[in-house]
Every structure is written in C-alpha cells, then in structure tokens.
C-alpha cells in the first residue's frame, strides 16, 4: 500500500492558487512495475472526488496539430510553449473525470463514435468537435474551478441533447 500512497501524489486543485499548475504536479516519477497496481489509482480517484491526480508531460509532436494539450486519464500531455492557466486545468481534469468514470476504454470509444454523429450532423470538424458531450460539459464549466468538487456522477450526459 506504500507504493500506492507514494504513487499517488495527491493535491486539492485550489482556485485561490496563483502560483503554476506545473508547481503543483507530482514531482516524483511515474513509476510502474505491476499491470494490477497501475490500475488502482482509476478507482481510488473515483472515490477521492476532491482530489485529482495529474501528471504534466510536455511533448512537441503529441497532441497533433490543431490540439494543444490532451488528456489521459493521469497524463495531461500538453505542447511545449502551451501556458497551463487554471482554466485549462480543470478542462482537462473535468475529461479526467470522465475518462475514470468510464474505465476509461467506454470513454474513448464513446468519444469517438459521438465525434463521428455529430460530423454527420455538423459536417465540420470543429463544431462536431465542440459538441461532443464530454466536451459540452468541460468547456461549460471550464471556468468554475470548484465545479468538480460537487459534479454528478456521469454529468456528461446531461449534455447529450442533441
Ligand atoms: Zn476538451
């Protein structure tokens, strides 16, 4: 359980807090040595709501063109010169979220059959983009920094009206 405690480096994410996103990510390595323990902190996160667990990684060529930071489920892979303000933050941890609650494999999978409806409905990258539940629902509440501490579980789909 040492390991696990260790692994997850947790933080409240405090809106009061001015100083860098990166200054409150884990410090420590990510450090994986067993399939069954890397699958832990999924459900531990579930059941700490108030606590997000992140791990920033800058990368030049991920995600690709057009994107500036993405996230998977504990990563938050953003590009190089991408400013991580607060309300990027929770856009992202608000797709944390749901990727967990979702065991993340229905997330994905969700996501990708929703963006190809509403391509068919939109016929435009961008507003099919944008109208993805789970992007309805974190860029709505992007800027309400305390939103995860009291959403629902499985929120998104209030946004699913077409
Ligand atoms: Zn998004």
């Given at each position: 359980?040492?390991?696990?405690?260790?692994?997850?480096?947790r933080y409240k994410f405090n809106p009061k807090n001015t100083r860098k996103a990166e200054n409150l990510s884990p410090k420590r390595e990510v450090k994986t040595d067993s399939p069954t323990l890397c699958l832990l902190p999924i459900f531990a996160c579930n059941f700490a709501r108030k606590h997000v667990f992140m791990k920033i990684v800058r990368c030049k060529w991920f995600p690709p063109k057009g994107f500036t930071a993405i996230m998977l489920v504990w990563?938050?892979?953003?590009?190089?010169?991408v400013e991580l303000t607060s309300r990027l933050i929770n856009?992202?941890?608000?797709?944390?979220?749901?990727?967990k609650e979702m065991l993340v494999i229905f997330f994905l999978l969700w996501y990708g059959l929703e963006y190809l409806f509403r391509l068919a409905q939109y016929r435009n990258h961008q507003t099919a983009y944008r109208n993805i539940s789970f992007?309805?629902?974190?860029?709505?509440n992007q800027f309400n920094?305390?939103?995860?501490?009291?959403?629902?579980?499985?929120a998104w789909t209030k946004y699913l009206r077409t």
């Amino acid at each position: 359980m040492n390991y696990v405690t260790n692994w997850l480096q947790r933080y409240k994410f405090n809106p009061k807090n001015t100083r860098k996103a990166e200054n409150l990510s884990p410090k420590r390595e990510v450090k994986t040595d067993s399939p069954t323990l890397c699958l832990l902190p999924i459900f531990a996160c579930n059941f700490a709501r108030k606590h997000v667990f992140m791990k920033i990684v800058r990368c030049k060529w991920f995600p690709p063109k057009g994107f500036t930071a993405i996230m998977l489920v504990w990563w938050l892979i953003v590009k190089p010169k991408v400013e991580l303000t607060s309300r990027l933050i929770n856009h992202e941890e608000i797709h944390s979220r749901q990727q967990k609650e979702m065991l993340v494999i229905f997330f994905l999978l969700w996501y990708g059959l929703e963006y190809l409806f509403r391509l068919a409905q939109y016929r435009n990258h961008q507003t099919a983009y944008r109208n993805i539940s789970f992007e309805r629902e974190a860029y709505a509440n992007q800027f309400n920094l305390g939103y995860l501490n009291d959403r629902k579980f499985l929120a998104w789909t209030k946004y699913l009206r077409t």
